[in-house]
């Protein structure tokens, strides 16, 4: 089975600064997906990013990038120029991509990140 | 994007007592339906999967009997926690796929249980 760690329970960062969170995996399948979503208070779950793992080159979406390495099995979120609005729960998720595979998102634990004014 | 809708968003009822919960995609048709539980503080735990027109398929340690689903059609999953007790309690999110790869959360329902 496929388990998704998250190391770092909660993280903090001063508006405008950079932070990255972590996110390890343990798999045997070559083909699947890895996901950042952040929950704030609302709880309402929200897609930061996604990665291919065929894919080679790291996802970006405008101040959010990963750090996808495949053999190291660890896909760390990086939030640049941090904002108010970014304080929340970050949750990584694992899916299988491949025939046969399940459907579902196994997510870790999820870190906390406050971002300080 | 795509928008998914539960109802009701909070709910009390008093133990014994069933209670309904709906998921509904608005603008999308969604095969595959997925219902999570989150307690306090603690990540989403996946409770079943639901596809339209079958039986859904629940988790290891969840009990079928007591968390009924029915996806009855293509925008439309309900789940129903049945003589529901305080520990019942937690909050409950659905989330639904979109053709491909793209799968949309509700907004989640908190369910007390008196």
């Known amino acids: 089975a496929q388990t998704v760690t998250q190391s770092q329970p909660e993280m903090s960062v001063q508006e405008a600064e950079t932070v990255t969170l972590s996110c390890t995996y343990d798999t045997s399948e070559s083909d699947y997906y890895l996901f950042w979503y952040k929950q704030p208070p609302s709880r309402q779950m929200i897609l930061v990013i996604r990665q291919e793992a065929y894919k080679q080159q790291n996802a970006t979406e405008n101040r959010f990038s990963v750090n996808f390495q495949k053999a190291a099995k660890s896909f760390s979120l990086k939030i640049s120029d941090s904002q108010l609005g970014d304080a929340a729960m970050y949750f990584c998720a694992y899916r299988s991509a491949g025939k046969g595979g399940s459907e579902k998102l196994v997510f870790g634990k999820g870190t906390k990140l406050t971002v300080n004014p | 994007g795509a928008v998914v809708s539960q109802h009701p968003s909070w709910v009390i009822c008093k133990s014994g007592t069933s209670v309904k919960i709906e998921c509904r995609s608005l603008d999308f048709q969604a095969t595959t339906m997925f219902w999570y539980r989150q307690f306090p503080k603690q990540s989403l735990m996946l409770m079943a999967t639901?596809?339209?027109?079958?039986?859904?398929?629940?988790e290891q340690g969840v009990e079928k009997d007591k968390f009924l689903i029915n996806h009855a059609s293509l925008t439309l999953s309900t789940l129903t926690v049945t003589s529901a007790h305080p520990e019942d309690s937690s909050f409950y999110i659905c989330?639904?796929?979109?053709?491909?790869?793209?799968?949309?959360f509700g907004p989640g329902t908190r369910l007390t249980v008196l």
């Open positions: 989330s639904a796929r979109k053709a491909g790869l793209s799968v949309y």
């Open positions: 639901s596809n339209e027109g079958s039986k859904a398929t629940y």
